[in-house]
């Protein structure tokens, strides 16, 4: 006997056309239910179909796995001006590879817990995740004064080709401030439009020009380097040291770990 469980999925412009599990994964192909269409470029609502495409978009789980929508887009012709097109769907945003809700519950997510126990939860890269909580907040700027304890940090977007500077309130986890490069001058700019008299602490990692930016503008608040960003500098540094004695090293296994390790822990060999 064939078990079949249907879900709803909840999100009205699609039709389930097959569903299937595949490596651990839910995998739904779905269509669009025939919405209608108006070219992008002219506004003309005659349009002949193109073709079909294939798009891959990840969705909420469902039972505790990994949903994917594997969309099969319409692709039209306009009888006005020749543009080809996808259809629009209002469920995905736009060059993105997951549906609007599931983007929205990520960012509601990290305001709780980490960005790195939600990409292991989510088995979801940790710079995806980062980079959607930061589309999002981006968003959502808060405008009220910030807490006594503010936190400034650099993210990498374009794939670590570009930095931006964040603003963002420990306490709350509120974003107050967004703006691109993560020089002194850009730093400064953003403190500068921050009513941060309610400010005690701002907490950062190690890097010089964020320093410099809030030392210059604040004199008297208390600076904090925080603690993840020291771990990763050790780390690093362990990971530089393993590298080098990695040659004389050999049949040692697992080198950053016997580093780690306690010596009165470590068996004879890996002393
Ligand atoms: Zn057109």
């Not at 569903?19 to 669009?32: A, G, H, M, W």
């Not at 039972?63 to 994917?68: A, M, R, V």
């Not at 549906?99 to 710079?127: F, G, V, W």
């Amino acid at each position: 006997m064939k078990t079949e469980i249907r879900l709803p999925l909840g999100l009205p412009e699609f039709e389930i056309l097959k569903q299937s599990i595949r490596n651990q994964k839910i995998i739904l192909d779905v269509r669009t239910t025939a919405l209608p269409v108006h070219c992008p470029l002219c506004g003309f609502s005659h349009v002949k179909s193109h073709d079909q495409r294939l798009r891959r978009v990840r969705d909420l789980d469902a039972l505790d796995k990994p949903l994917y929508l594997m969309i099969h887009v319409r692709r039209y012709r306009c009888l006005n001006c020749g543009e080809v097109f996808s259809e629009s769907l209002p469920s995905v945003p736009h060059h993105k590879h997951q549906t609007h809700r599931l983007r929205e519950a990520i960012y509601l997510r990290c305001q709780d817990t980490t960005i790195s126990s939600i990409s292991r939860q989510m088995r979801m890269s940790y710079k995806t995740v980062e980079r959607i909580y930061y589309d999002i907040a981006g968003k959502k700027l808060s405008d009220t004064p910030p807490s006594s304890v503010v936190g400034i940090d650099e993210i990498a977007v374009r794939k670590g080709h570009r930095y931006e500077t964040v603003i963002t309130d420990i306490l709350t986890g509120k974003v107050h401030r967004m703006g691109a490069n993560r020089d002194t001058e850009a730093a400064r700019s953003l403190l500068e439009t921050l009513d941060a008299r309610p400010v005690k602490t701002f907490v950062m990692d190690m890097w010089q020009p964020f320093y410099h930016a809030v030392t210059q503008l604040f004199p008297d608040v208390s600076i904090v380097i925080d603690k993840y960003h020291v771990v990763q500098k050790i780390n690093h540094a362990l990971d530089s040291v393993r590298k080098t004695c990695q040659p004389s090293l050999k049949g040692v296994k697992k080198g950053r770990f016997s580093l780690l390790k306690r010596r009165f822990r470590l068996s004879e060999k890996n002393k």
